[in-house]
């Protein structure tokens, strides 16, 4: 089964609003990850944070991460119609495998 | 465009045929994925090559699947008997290790196979 959850499993919001998704997970973490996948395309990483950090930024984006509760959470700020994607969050183990979530389905309104 | 390439990109099949993919990951990247993506979820794991060694399988890879990394640069993936549960994405992915002999921990998808049985 998969590691992580995304929530929500959709979203809609207005230009300009910010998007925040959520992700939880069951296991112990060496790091969290964020991708993007624009439809029937691959994946496309974004942002990575590691097990001891708890925020992250990187342009609109800001990752943090609870450890004691399994849980990360993204957020694009002041969205763009180009930012509609679906965005999924994989947790890298010491092993060498990488789980990924269900995914959040974003859709930007113009 | 991450530097993987995956081909073909899209194929369409009859239930029994037996059908191949193959990617082609960025030169110097060691490691090397498999993924399948079915509609609505996240890609899940099929297995995984350092170099031309095939380290780890899924369960999710019935004996009806098989990936070879022959000279440790592109990548095959078949898949004999295909029935209509194997209409999927395919992705494949590549890692490198750092200049400390470490693996790094990003993951480079190609852009994907979708496959179609009929």
């Known amino acids: 089964s998969q590691q992580g959850e995304e929530d929500p499993q959709a979203l809609s919001i207005q230009e300009g609003e910010n998007a925040t998704m959520n992700c939880s997970y069951k296991?112990?973490?060496?790091?969290l990850q964020w991708y993007r996948q624009n439809s029937g395309r691959g994946l496309v990483h974004l942002i990575l944070?590691?097990?001891?950090?708890r925020e992250k930024h990187s342009g609109r984006l800001r990752v943090t991460l609870d450890t004691s509760k399994k849980s990360s959470s993204l957020l694009i700020t002041a969205s763009r119609a180009a930012d509609t994607a679906s965005y999924f969050c994989?947790?890298?183990?010491?092993?060498?495998?990488?789980?990924f979530g269900t995914g959040t389905s974003l859709t930007v309104i113009p | 465009d991450t530097g993987v390439s995956q081909d073909p990109r899209h194929k369409i099949t009859k239930r029994g045929q037996n059908v191949t993919f193959r990617c082609d990951p960025i030169?110097?990247?060691?490691?090397l994925y498999w993924y399948r993506q079915t509609l609505g979820q996240g890609p899940e794991f099929l297995t995984y090559?350092?170099?031309?060694?095939?380290?780890?399988k899924s369960r999710l890879l019935s004996d009806r699947f098989s990936a070879e990394r022959p000279k440790g640069s592109f990548s095959t993936l078949e898949i004999q008997r295909t029935e209509q549960g194997d209409s999927a994405m395919y992705l494949c992915?590549?890692?490198?290790?750092?200049?400390?002999?470490?693996?790094?921990?990003?993951?480079?998808f190609g852009p994907g196979t979708r496959l179609t049985v009929l």
């Open positions: 992915a590549s890692r490198r290790l750092s200049m400390r002999g470490a693996l790094t921990d990003t993951q480079y």
């Open positions: 296991t112990s973490i060496n790091n």
């Open positions: 944070i590691r097990s001891n950090e």
């Open positions: 994989a947790t890298g183990t010491l092993g060498n495998q990488f789980y």
């Open positions: 030169s110097e990247h060691n490691r």
């Open positions: 090559f350092q170099n031309e060694a095939q380290l780890e």
